[in-house]
């Protein structure tokens, strides 16, 4: 294992990192795109100081996932650099596997960085993932915001996530692991055309005898991730206009929204949904066309862990219960994103939604002036299965509750 001679591939990670993350958290598979990542990032942290703390995520999805992970931990422990790998186990084989194992991956990464109070994890996303993204979203029919470059970082529960090589190409990392003598584990999927994701990477010879290379791809995606934040600028404009904020939900005014264009509206609610989930992907765009015939006709609607409902000529974004009622944190802590609860450190002690059974308890709930389906999501103690205090409906000196969501943030 070399890597005192590198080839002509510097990546300017001072810049990436900058001087507030310490500590460093890599998410490596044992591919040529994470292994060169941190191979690059080692080197500079031996010479800035810094400690990297190395993660693999097991999906248990092929037979020789638990052999690769032990191949990584082998080449970590060579480097002197502590690596866990992260499980996941409760897999209910419903729906698209390899979203379920990518939101899966995010959550065992951001949990193993808040463990290691690592604040930042360096991803091995690269250029030619840029382009082979762009295509995917174009046969799905995307818009501006699929079709955009995928950002340099993305903010998960507060855990910062870099791209580091995303100006590299793959041609590249792997001229770098071949001069540098380092191997990599080659995933025998990204031969099977199967995937589509493998079926345009052997496509793209065929576009470039018409012209469009990688080189055009990026430009034309970095364009449009350009013309996405211009559009952002203005949503932002019509959310002063349109939106408020209520017990940690959001409020639209329907009249005022549907004044604005089909695009603005649409992204405005993603916004939203993005902002209280605190999630780098949201629904898709004819999803949330659905949602918005909802909105004109002042109907119910459900998506992605929310509830919309009427209220007057509003419609009140609320948390859904069945997308939180298996939540739960001990105090002290952050809560579904959008609540930080302050009480007694007593063991036998959870934070989790009211739910509808327990707010039946209460007869005077409608004095409040809270709708129902905000109280149900809304957090309670609780001891085992019994209601210790309903934190929206009941005061109590023990317990503080106070809101973890900036709204300067969204409207800014």
């Known amino acids: 294992m070399k890597i005192d001679k590198y080839p002509e591939l510097t990546i300017d990670f001072d810049k990436v990192f900058g001087v507030k993350h310490s500590k460093i958290g890599v998410a490596v598979s044992g591919g040529g795109d994470s292994i060169a990542l941190l191979l690059l990032i080692y080197k500079w942290a031996q010479e800035t100081k810094k400690t990297i ?29 502590l690596h866990n790998v992260l499980t996941w186990e409760n897999w209910n084989k419903k729906g698209n596997v390899q979203a379920s194992a990518r939101k899966a991956r995010y959550q065992l990464l951001t949990k193993w960085a808040v463990e290691n109070n690592i604040s930042c994890v360096a991803l091995g996303h690269n250029s030619d993932d840029v382009v082979e993204n762009f295509f995917i979203r174009l046969s799905r029919g995307s818009g ?44 025998p999927a990204n031969d099977d055309k ?44 019509v959310a002063k206009e349109c939106v408020s904020f209520k017990d940690g939900d959001i409020i639209f005014n329907v009249p005022l929204l549907l004044n604005h264009p089909i695009e603005i509206q649409r992204r405005l609610l993603l916004k939203a949904m993005l902002f209280l989930a605190k999630s780098e992907f949201g629904p898709r765009s004819s999803e949330l066309s659905n949602l918005l015939t909802s909105f004109s006709k002042y109907r119910p609607h459900t998506l992605k862990g929310f509830y919309f409902f009427p ?28 609540w930080y609860v302050k009480g007694p450190k007593l063991s036998n002690l959870w934070i989790r939604p009211l739910g509808e059974k327990a707010l039946s308890g209460f007869t005077n709930w409608k004095n409040f002036g809270i709708p129902k389906y905000a109280l149900i999501s809304s957090p309670a103690v609780w001891n ?10 009941e005061r109590d000196n023990l317990w503080e509750l106070s809101l973890n969501i900036k709204e300067k943030e969204f409207f800014g």
Not at 172 to 187: G, M, Q
Not at 205 to 224: W, Y
Not at 316 to 322: G, I, L, V, W
Request: hydrophobic fraction near 40%; charge should be positive; charged fraction near 25%.
């Open 194 to 237: 199967n995937f589509h994701r493998v079926r345009i990477r052997k496509s793209l010879s065929l576009l470039d005898q018409m012209g469009i290379n990688s080189k055009s791809v990026i430009t034309a995606s970095k364009n449009l991730r350009e013309a996405s934040q211009a559009l952002d600028i203005y949503t932002g404009v």
């Open 144 to 187: 501006v915001d699929g079709l955009s470059q995928m950002l340099p970082s993305f903010e998960l529960d507060n855990i910062i996530y870099l791209r580091p090589l995303i100006d590299v190409s793959r041609e590249e990392l792997r001229t770098f692991l071949n001069v540098t003598k380092n191997k990599w584990i080659e995933d």
């Open 384 to 393: 085992g299965n019994n209601l210790e205090l309903s934190l929206f409906l």
């Open 53 to 81: 703390l190395v993660a693999t995520v097991n999906h248990n999805l092929k037979p020789t996932a638990k052999d690769e992970a032990n191949q990584v931990s082998l080449f970590c422990s060579k480097l002197g650099i």
């Open 311 to 338: 209220v007057e000529e509003k419609m009140r974004m609320s948390r859904e219960y069945k997308a939180i009622e298996h939540y739960a944190t001990k105090p002290n802590n952050v809560w579904d994103h959008r």
